[in-house]
T-cell receptor, first 116, second 110 residues
């Protein structure tokens, strides 16, 4: 069964460093998402991406964040200058078209980011 | 008011009992509702989706939706210890964005 994959599974970085989290969405999916979950808190929407541009973003997704689809398979989240409060689990998700409200989003296993 | 609110846990039920999980949402424009199960340290796993008022059954799981009351619930029949997890309610108002509740932690005791 096709699945969303994410690398790395764990990332430890120093405050102020740049990190890139990588995702490979399900191959025929067109809509991609990033969510984050701070330990013990709820899953929060960061950004959605369609047709090589951001479709929607939350207040959390400020200028320190960016997303990119550098090739036909990868979808990346970059945090330019990490802060302690960026420590969280980051989930990538994808859906077939993203146009239907009813559409299921498939989540990857997550990358646990720890900023020291 | 939170956009998506779930009954505070933790919830503990004996094995074989029915577990009832509740969720309310604030945006009347919400059209799609999802229940996810999340084990500690893992990603959300979709259990049920529901879009129309009424009940939807899938095995031991039943989702119930009442749009007039802005309420969605999940019933788990014949609860098993393996059902012990955090259950997340998610609501789609805009295509491309799911809003999650805080989750309810369920423990099924053997």
């Amino acid at each position: 069964e096709p699945e969303v994959t994410q690398t790395p599974s764990h990332q430890v970085t120093q405050m102020g460093q740049e990190v890139i989290l990588r995702c490979v969405p399900i191959s025929n999916h067109l809509y991609f998402y990033w969510y984050r979950q701070i330990l013990g808190q709820k899953v929060e929407f960061l950004v959605s991406f369609y047709n090589n541009e951001i479709s929607e973003k939350s207040e959390i997704f400020d200028d320190q964040f960016s997303v990119e689809r550098p090739d036909g398979s990868n979808f990346t989240l970059k945090i330019r200058s990490t802060k302690l409060e960026d420590s969280a689990m980051y989930f990538c998700a994808s859906s077939e078209s993203g146009r239907a409200l009813s559409e299921t989003q498939y989540f990857g296993p997550g990358t646990r980011l720890l900023v020291l | 008011q939170k956009e998506v609110e779930q009954n505070s846990g933790p919830l503990s039920v004996p094995e074989g009992a029915i577990a009832s999980l509740n969720c309310t949402y604030s945006d009347r424009g919400s059209q799609s509702f999802f229940w996810y199960r999340q084990y500690s340290g893992k990603s959300p796993e979709l259990i049920m989706s529901i879009y129309s008022n009424g009940d939807k059954e899938d095995g031991r799981f039943t989702a119930q939706l009442n749009k007039a009351s802005q309420y969605v619930s999940l019933l788990i029949r014949d609860s098993q210890p393996s059902d012990s997890a955090t259950y997340l309610c998610a609501v789609n108002t805009d295509a491309g964005k799911s809003t999650f509740g805080d989750g309810t932690t369920l423990t099924v005791k053997p």
